[in-house]
């Protein structure tokens, strides 16, 4: 069955008012790991998803007012959108200010530029007017035709890639009659359909677009809960050249529970050929509440994946890869899902794993006309060994899940260990997700009212399954941190997606209030292998600054009384290996800016300082050329340790610009910044050199001999 996984926040939302989230669109970049979203009428910010980072964002002046969301030219590397209706702008990542890049202004209103597929960017006018953006900044105030009657409005619009042909696809409102054009490029023609009304006044409150099959697959969704299916001729005879529409046949593919009202804001997305997300409808069997987001499969009308989406709903959704994007009250989440392979089995939540082993034979598959008809009794299933003893385990699997339970509730720790242990190895991990988060709330429960109880083996063990999550044992970070399970408390770090930022920051000041006796102690902890190798590499190397920049070993060996010399500020780990290892985790767990900050604003001077030390050391450290020793190791790389500067710098800015002892740490990351910059700034000269020359068209022959002058700038 499909599945929706537990969401994170990718940003907090400012809605422009109540019916709107404040958010234009949202478009791919390079990958689906990276998204540009258009906040409101001025803003667009690039993010990487998995991080939960802003990596950069762009604003248009004040009065100024961004009428299209901007997307992401793949062939150029360029960023694309439309300021007061027809001003085109086109930049780059690096470029800081919009109004220093590229600017054209074009001669009509402009209602969206889409680019998709890696193909070249095509611009949609508010007249149903279709050019590649090449061809109109050839020619900016060139005439722009009017393909729409005076008043027609384009009510959406997405493209599409048939084959080799990009075609744009929009629909309009007339007068209560809704139409649909597909735009069709090289050759450019136009197609013109009539799409059927659900009843007077209700207009369709979304769309989504697909192509298979040779067809493209046209979805709208009804304020009655209707979902329609179109499938639009690539090739067709709809309408051209001034002709009267032809009506656009549809297919009710489900039909929606809204009970007494009227949908008002929600959105239907296709998923894939078998399967749609819905937001903003009622669950079946959650009463009237719209606050939902659901996953159906059509071919079968059953609901596969429901799950609670907090605040209001905006009727806006978007799909990258396995992940949906929806925003809601005041902020925008991310929501992963997994859609399999749509079968009767699946539908009906049946649908178990199998492998070649469970499989019959063919000879043994009885005729389905054999059994519906009654012809024969079908043959006998010949059943493998390995099935008969899965049949046989399940009631064992189940009975001993049952005793574990009860056993986690009363029975001693070493017990408790056994009977898990016998669970895990009866049976399948997916099959007891559920039963083993309610275990562990059992187990930290029980932990936390009877100190004397200790389950540190079999925490770790449920830890090391992948099973559990924060949101369905929330107490057991703070279980680990009150008794200084500090390896319970590195698994939870690492395995936990959705550790809250307050819980993370509290990670993180235990970490640093150590006190040195409790850090020589921790020194004997057993930590994850990994990251304390990682760790060892960094601190064995040689604390000699000079030595990682361009001198050699055979020039250093001739003055050994200089290398044992004061070693500069941030060469020495100011923490010891396991503290270290532990505030690792901490700089490799995802939060988003926003939520953190006030959590670390609550950090004294000595833990803000003592973290500037560190990541000091980290940053210098990360600078150097990669070691081999640290290859698939886990550590902080460097954006992340730059990223954490930044929140701490920003958290208590004034406590340490005013701390003397953290004076020499802030100088010395301030001019090795300024020399990374510098070096970045020459590499940056380097490159526009190279891309010049590569761009350099070979002239024509003018003789046997002459004299050419190139000038890069």
Known sequence: MAALYEGYTLCGLVPDNNAHSGIQGIEEERDSDHVVVTHGNRCVTLYKVSDQKRLSSWTVRQGQALTCPAVFNRLSNEYVSVSDHKVVRIWKEEDVLLDKAFKATVSSDVWRVHCSGGREPVVLFQRGG????????SSPQQDIEDVLSPEETIRWSSDVVVETQQCVVFTTEQKGQHFLYLHRLKPNSVLRYRLETDQPGHA?????????????CLLYLYPSGGVYQSLVPVRGLGGEDGAPPLPLPRTLLLALPVGDGLLEAASVLVLDEAHVAVVGAPHPSAGAGKDFLCIWN??????????EVVGKMFGQMWTFSTQLFIPHGKTLSVIPFQCPRSSLAAAVGKLRASTVEDAPPPACVASWNNVLHGDKAPPPRVETRKSSATRRTQPATASTLDQVLQLSKTGPADQVQKGVEGLLSMADLQDLRPSLGQLASILVSRSRADPAFC????LTQLLHTRCLCHSVCPDLVLLALDRRDYLVCQLCLQLFPDIPEAVTCACLKAF?????????????TDLEPDSVSFMDTLMSRREK????????PESLEAEPQEETAAVPPGHVCPVGRHRAVLLNQV????????????HLKDMSSQQALLLLQYLQFL?????????PQTEGLRGPGLAQVLDWVCLLLDAHFTVLAMTPEARASLLHLHNFVKSQVKLASELGKMEGSLQELSRMKDKKDVGQYSIEVIELF
Do not use: W
Not at 204 to 216: E, K, T
Not at 298 to 307: E, K, P, S
Not at 619 to 627: A, F, G, K, V
């Open 455 to 458: 389950c540190r083996d079999v």
């Open 298 to 307: 059509t071919n079968f009308q059953t609901l596969q994946a429901g799950r």
């Open 130 to 137: 279709v050019r590649l953006l090449d061809a109109l900044l």
């Open 619 to 627: 940053y210098l450290r990360c600078s150097e050329p990669p070691s």
């Open 545 to 552: 600054a000079g030595l990682q920049n361009g001198c050699s």
């Open 587 to 598: 700089l490799q767990t995802a939060y988003s800016d926003a939520f953190i900050l006030p």
């Open 512 to 524: 640093l209030s150590l006190s040195d006796v409790e850090a020589e102690d921790m020194e004997d």
């Open 204 to 216: 369709p409150l979304s769309f989504s677009l697909s192509y298979r099959d040779g067809h493209i």
